[in-house]
């Protein structure tokens, strides 16, 4: 989840593609697709046309996803890890910073890992964090959460790893505004091995965009996944970007 939340810069309005007049160069096309949407010589047919448009290219963009998922090789428990290569001294000690202190007795012989994704957060300069909880069944009720047009931000994600190494952990998020998608985003969390403690994950800091066609309500999907494109959560939520943060 970058973005709000969406791992691409500023959820698809890109501080460096500034126009003339300044605004967020996706923030223009926003406009100009609305401006477009409302000329008398288009009707109703076109616009419905580009949503059609629109929602074939995202399910054909997810498409292409899943015919490009590498072809990995076998996988093996933890102990099987440790006893493959044992006499490589390099793989060995990699292998042990790795796994760190992780209990082998527990957790050696189960081959799929577990992730579980207890939060995420949202850290701006200033303000208290705010601290999302991620429902059982992965869809936040209403508006999940508010941001203030033109503030800097960070989003932390805790999780749980547990049975075994997950490799290639990364998210995917993509986020539409009055059904028009504006931002799809992917980011490579890295590898994790199984420990007590949750890991603490922070992205780089990001803006979110500013101006009159930015300010609204959005939806968003964001999808936890792995090497094997195993998904350990999917969330569906909506959020707002308004002139001001919401009240604490």
Same mark, same amino acid.
């Given at each position: 989840?970058? $973005?709000?939340?969406?791992?691409?810069?500023?959820?698809? *309005?890109?501080?460096?593609?500034?126009?003339?007049?300044?605004?967020?160069?996706?923030?223009?096309?926003?406009?100009?697709?609305?401006? !477009?949407?409302?000329?008398?010589?288009?009707?109703?047919?076109?616009?419905?046309?580009?949503?059609?448009?629109?929602?074939?290219?995202?399910?054909?963009?997810? #498409?292409?996803?899943?015919?490009? =998922?590498?072809? /990995?090789?076998?996988? &093996?428990? %933890?102990?099987? !890890?440790?006893? =493959?290569?044992?006499?490589? #001294?390099?793989?060995?000690?990699? =292998?042990?910073?790795? /796994?760190?202190?992780?209990?082998?007795?527990?957790? $050696?012989?189960?081959?799929?890992?577990?992730?579980?994704?207890?939060?995420? @957060? %949202?850290?701006?300069?200033?303000?208290?964090?705010?601290?999302?909880?991620?429902?059982?069944?992965?869809?936040?009720? $209403?508006?999940? *959460?508010?941001?203030?047009?033109?503030?800097?931000?960070?989003?932390? *994600?805790?999780?749980?790893?547990?049975?075994?190494?997950?490799?290639?952990?990364?998210?995917?998020?993509?986020?539409?505004?009055?059904?028009?998608?504006?931002?799809?985003? =992917?980011?490579?969390?890295?590898?994790?091995?199984?420990?007590?403690?949750?890991?603490? !994950?922070?992205?780089? #800091?990001?803006?979110?965009?500013?101006?009159?066609? @930015?300010?609204?309500?959005?939806? @968003?999907?964001?999808?936890?996944?792995?090497?094997?494109?195993?998904?350990?959560?999917?969330?569906? &939520?909506?959020?707002? %970007?308004?002139?001001?943060?919401?009240?604490?």
């Amino acid at each position: 989840m970058s $973005g709000a939340v969406s791992g691409s810069r500023n959820m698809g *309005f890109d501080d460096n593609n500034k126009n003339k007049d300044g605004d967020d160069g996706n923030t223009s096309k926003m406009a100009s697709s609305h401006q !477009h949407e409302g000329t008398d010589d288009e009707g109703a047919g076109g616009s419905l046309g580009r949503q059609m448009s629109e929602a074939s290219l995202s399910a054909a963009e997810e #498409e292409e996803d899943d015919d490009s =998922k590498l072809q /990995l090789g076998p996988q &093996y428990t %933890i102990k099987e !890890h440790l006893e =493959k290569d044992k006499d490589d #001294e390099s793989l060995r000690k990699w =292998k042990e910073q790795l /796994l760190g202190s992780v209990d082998v007795t527990n957790i $050696g012989e189960t081959l799929d890992p577990e992730v579980k994704i207890i939060s995420l @957060a %949202i850290l701006s300069p200033g303000r208290p964090d705010i601290v999302l909880m991620v429902p059982e069944n992965g869809n936040p009720k $209403g508006t999940w *959460f508010t941001l203030k047009e033109g503030s800097k931000y960070n989003l932390k *994600f805790t999780f749980q790893v547990n049975n075994n190494i997950v490799s290639g952990l990364r998210y995917t998020n993509t986020v539409w505004k009055t059904g028009v998608k504006v931002d799809r985003g =992917k980011e490579m969390l890295g590898t994790f091995s199984p420990q007590l403690e949750p890991y603490n !994950h922070v992205m780089p #800091e990001e803006t979110t965009p500013s101006g009159m066609f @930015a300010r609204g309500s959005y939806s @968003a999907r964001t999808k936890f996944l792995d090497d094997d494109n195993k998904c350990y959560l999917e969330i569906n &939520y909506s959020f707002d %970007i308004r002139k001001e943060w919401a009240a604490v």
